[in-house]
């Protein structure tokens, strides 16, 4: 059976401090991994990543793709409170348009 | 702007009353999704439509029921809720091709009393 499972399920640091969130899974026909974060209300989209090691990049978050090791990661440097949040992975496999969320980080960012 | 739009947002319904969650895309996309999400929780798949294809998961309850009538609209009929339905109902849309991203509507918060 197809899982994800992300990793801790919930952090706390202060403003400043860097993260590593992470997303571990096992699928067969792995097409693409998706990161969201989802504050008080619908899952806002981050960065889609197909292929092994080419990071994806935006502002202060930056993720990679490890399919060698069935991973990825999401880094948030410099937290801010804003960045309080709950970080979705989520996996699609070819020959279905499903995807396969995993529980989520909850992040929190103290002042 | 393109985008995915739910109503009501916020529903409230009370136990056995059948109640309908309307979501609609300006994105043209071939796949629209409902999910459940519980507190906590991740987003639980509860069907999706490739076109008018319609799929449905194994343990999606029979209590709830989806219609697409065209591209742009679907529904989500909760026919007799319980209090245990009572959650987030995400619609969410993607085009349908290899490489994808999923987009997510503001979601409909269901109460029942």
């Known amino acids: 059976e197809d899982k994800v499972v992300q990793s801790p399920l919930s952090l706390v640091v202060h403003e400043g401090d860097t993260v590593t969130l992470n997303c571990s899974y096992e699928v067969t026909n792995f097409r693409s991994l998706l990161w969201y974060k989802q504050e008080k209300k619908a899952p806002t989209f981050l960065f889609m990543l197909?292929?092994?090691?080419i990071e994806k990049k935006s502002g202060r978050l930056s993720s990679i793709l490890d399919k060698k090791e069935l991973s990825s990661i999401l880094n948030i440097t410099a937290t801010q409170t804003g960045d309080s949040a709950i970080y979705l992975c989520a996996l699609s496999t070819s020959g279905t348009y499903k995807y396969i969320f995993g529980t989520g980080t909850r992040l929190k960012v103290l002042a | 702007d393109a985008m995915v739009i739910q109503n009501p947002r916020y529903q409230v319904t009370q136990f056995g009353k059948p109640v309908t969650l309307s979501c609609s895309q300006t994105l043209n996309h071939n796949v629209m999704y409902w999910y459940q999400q519980k507190s906590s929780q991740a987003p639980k798949l509860l069907f999706h439509y490739y076109d008018k294809d319609f799929n449905n998961e194994a343990d999606t309850p029979d209590n709830f029921q989806s219609r697409r009538p065209n591209t742009s609209f679907c529904f989500l009929d909760i026919r007799s809720p319980g209090l245990g339905d009572a959650a987030m109902y995400l619609c969410a849309t993607s085009q349908g091709r290899m490489t994808d991203t999923q987009y997510f509507g503001p979601g409909t918060r269901l109460t029942v009393l």
């Open positions: 197909t292929s092994s090691g």
